[in-house]
């Protein structure tokens, strides 16, 4: 109850309603701060007489610093200022902290964290913008808030629990779990709990937003709210890209197939080179290392020479939430090395709109080899100036 005082107390002396977003990673450089910051604008252009608040467990930054980065990477200007509550105990919900059993130790550690958010600040109106729907239940019951959640991917799906019951070994499927039957079955049932779990958690939310077709449907079978669940597609400012025109040239380019880069030359005799790019934020699931793996075949089949090796490259380009980002940059490098294609491949960390621009109208090929991807703001980009190669489940635009 000495939460609502607070709320009331707060509404009393600031004369509105105030809304907080829960995005403790808001300083990052991924589609989800795209959607932060895309849906801070509209709410303030629409709504002047509310005010804006971000929970954020961003170290070593100020208010403007962060702004600042958004502005920088996305190109996003909020019309008027924020205030930002700074979360001081963010590794609750870092992966490393949990080696086994990780979702549910992050899910409770999110538990944690919020009421650390909810103490500094009651707001009227929360919203998860970041999945951390364990948060969703002590805003609603203990601060007596309306909540709000925005959807971009759910932490446990059914395709989580097919990987394991098959018995496949990926990125959240250990090989020493999926060659042992017995710790698959015991990993199904974790699975299976958690996502009941998850579902309770979900279906406190009084408003429930997904960004695709995908997740909608894992959110419908998980937190079972179909009249209080919408899509809300996430914002692709596809209109900078296309004010750049594409030459006769490039257009002539993306009839290419794999086998023909490099074999064209420039006037005077110059070999041309083609880049590929590849925009996502270094997270396990975006699979780096298979687009490493191959472009390195891809080089074999080119071999030495300008005509072959020389001609092409390699841009993998993202943002780095936190250390385990960084870690995951390093082990890629390491894996350049192995590879011995380090000379081929650039990384370029949490860039700047312009650049990120500048390298997507350059670029011959876009590359995207993220399993089950639940929407791709980073590959809608892609498709507007690349002949863009992916591996997705359902497609994402559909061209009138």
Known sequence: MWLQGRRKARRAQDGGPAVAFF????????????????????????????????????????????????????????PRPITFIFLHHCTLVEATSYPHFTLLGQ??????????????????????????????PIFRYLGGCKVASYVHYPTVSTDMLSVVRERNPSFNNADFISK????????????????????????????????????????????RSPSRTSIVYPPCDVRAFLDVPLDDEDEDEMEE?????????????????????????????KDHCLQIRAFRKLLDRKGEGPRGRESLRLVL??????????????????LCQELAVDDRVTFKLNVPFEELKRELVDATIGLHTMWN??????????????????????????YS
Not at 112 to 130: C, H, I, K, N, Q
Not at 383 to 391: A, E, I, V
């Open 23 to 78: 995005h403790p990673y808001s300083n990052a450089g991924g589609g989800g701060e795209r959607v932060l910051w895309c849906c801070l604008r509209a709410l303030m252009r629409r709504y002047p007489d509310v005010s804006f608040v971000v929970y954020t467990g961003d170290q070593g930054v100020t208010g403007e610093q962060i702004l600042e980065g958004a502005r920088r990477r996305f190109n996003i200007t909020l």
């Open 107 to 136: 899910s409770a550690g999110s538990m944690f964290l919020g009421w650390e958010a909810l103490t500094a600040f009651v707001p009227d109106l929360y919203v998860d913008s970041m999945g951390y729907a364990f948060t969703l």
């Open 180 to 223: 042992n039957p017995v710790l698959s079955a015991v990993k199904v049932v974790y699975y299976c709990c958690f996502a009941l779990l998850y579902g309770l958690a979900g279906s406190c939310s009084d408003v429930i937003m997904v960004n695709s077709t995908w997740t909608l449907g894992h959110i419908l079978a998980l937190w």
């Open 257 to 285: 197939g794999w086998e023909q880069l490099g074999s064209e030359e420039e006037a005077g005799g110059d070999r041309k080179c083609h880049t590929i790019v590849s925009v996502g934020q270094f997270r396990p699931e």
């Open 317 to 334: 380009i993202g943002g780095c939430r936190n250390q385990e980002d960084e870690e995951r940059v390093l082990m890629l490098r390491g």
């Open 373 to 398: 991807e639940h929407f791709g703001i980073g590959l809608t980009h892609t498709h507007t100036h690349t002949h863009t190669l992916t591996y997705t489940l359902k497609p994402i635009i559909l």
